[in-house]
């Protein structure tokens, strides 16, 4: 990955400051169905990327889940591949953060 570092601020992305809330991001490298930052606790992020992992349409959030258009997969809010086809969990990348946003690693 080069050591890149993707920046969602909380400028850009104020979603981001609520625990629980989160923002699909469309810009991430290398990702492109998106990727999905969540802040979880105070300072800790998730971060997925939005492709789904039986073949690699992309996911939508739906309430607490993510569902895949294509086939019915269902994966939860952490990513777990819940049900349908699916290989494993959605990708999950790593993300750290502070005070002013979160930083997506990898
Ligand atoms: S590509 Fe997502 S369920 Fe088939």
Known sequence: ???NIYA???AQNPSLMTIGDGVTL???PGHING???VQQSPGTFLALD??????GCPVSRQGSEFRCPCHGAIFSASG???SGPGNGPLQSLSVCGDST?????G
């Open 1 to 3: 990955m080069g050591g």
């Open 8 to 10: 969602a601020t909380f």
């Open 26 to 28: 469309n810009s991430v």
């Open 35 to 37: 990727v999905w930052v």
């Open 50 to 55: 939005l492709t789904c992992t039986h073949q």
């Open 80 to 82: 777990a591949h819940v």
């Open 101 to 105: 946003g979160a930083y997506i690693t």
